[in-house]
């Protein structure tokens, strides 16, 4: 649903804020599942992190909405669909479609292991963090792009178009952009796949939260706390983008990149910043699956 150039930085996005949605449910399947591994092939693979069916919810996703809408958009407008790159389908190699497919489904798939794995050890901020950093370069591609034309390259459906952009005003392109077959597919597919995303991921932090004690972890009501998530993966790196391209307008690649990662250090990594409070907020676990089962089984015994 995204041109090519920035498919798998959205996929990889994805997949990893998928399992941050999940991450509650994951360490108590990585702790019922535990003991299973002690006998027999088929019970190892029953308690694998591969195993979990929200992995394959992920990658299901990935290859039926993320990749078809993809490849529909390309084969539909080749020149959207690689920014402006090749202008009609001459100009696009036919392996293209192979890798997006591919791409984007493995991309879903990786992006959600690497963050499952920093919730099962208890790093589920540094989970956060790699969505953070995914979806920073998704909307940095889009926005700024190789050659800082990304938003321009977005907004127009062809290689005239982008060429005659600083002749006509911006609000003529917008809108000859809005009206164009393109954009009416983008708000087709952007209702389902949108959609789908929204109720995975919204769904699936309600469900997390419903877990015996996980919901005293939450310190504000559940719709704040999905407001501040969604701010958190998607508003918080389309800043970062936006940030990024104006520090790097303003100077240059290095310079710009170099300023932007300091204030990006400052702004994440410490311990005591004003995203970490907000991320403490929302009720996610912050040990490891050890102990968010030791404290359930504690619970359950309690009670």
């Known amino acids: ?19 941050l949605s999940a991450a509650r449910q994951l360490q108590y399947w990585r702790g019922y599942t535990s003991d299973a591994r002690a006998s027999g092939r088929l019970h190892r693979r029953a308690g694998s992190a591969a195993a979990s ?25 080749p020149s959207w669909g690689t920014m402006q790159v090749a202008d009609d389908h001459d100009g696009v190699w036919a392996g293209f479609a192979l890798l ?62 982008l060429a005659a952009w600083s002749r006509d005003p911006v609000a003529d392109n917008v809108v ?31 469900e997390g939260w419903d877990a015996p004690g996980a919901d005293a972890d939450r310190k504000v009501p559940r719709l704040v706390a999905v407001a501040i998530a969604a701010a958190g993966t998607q508003g918080l790196p389309l800043l970062g983008a936006l940030t990024a391209s104006g520090l790097v307008r303003l100077t ?10 300091v204030i990006a250090y400052l702004v994440l990594i410490p311990r005591r910043t004003p995203v970490r ?10 040990g490891s ?15």
Request: no cysteine.
């Open 289 to 303: 699956w050890e102990v968010t089962v030791e404290r359930t089984e504690e619970l359950e015994a309690a009670a």
């Open 53 to 77: 069916p929200y992995l394959l919810h992920t990658v299901l996703f990935a290859a039926v909405l993320l990749a078809p809408t993809g490849l529909f958009l390309l084969w539909y407008n």
């Open 252 to 261: 240059s690649w290095p310079v710009g990149l170099v300023v932007f990662a």
């Open 100 to 161: 997006y497919a591919g791409g984007v489904t493995i991309g879903a798939a990786l992006g959600f292991l690497v963050a499952q794995l920093l919730i099962l050890y208890g790093a589920a901020y540094w989970a956060f963090l790699v969505s953070v950093s995914a979806h920073f370069l998704f909307f940095g591609t889009l926005l700024h792009g190789w050659d800082g034309s990304g938003y321009r390259r977005l907004l127009t459906t062809n290689q005239r178009d």
């Open 176 to 206: 000859d952009f809005v009206t164009s077959g393109t954009f009416l597919a983008l708000l087709v597919f952007a209702a389902g796949v949108m959609g789908t995303l929204l109720l995975a991921e919204v769904g699936w932090l309600m």
């Open 1 to 19: 649903m995204v041109p090519v150039q920035a498919a798998l930085f959205w996929a990889f996005a994805t997949g990893a804020t998928f399992a």
């Open 277 to 286: 409070w907000l991320y403490g907020l929302v009720g996610l676990p912050a």
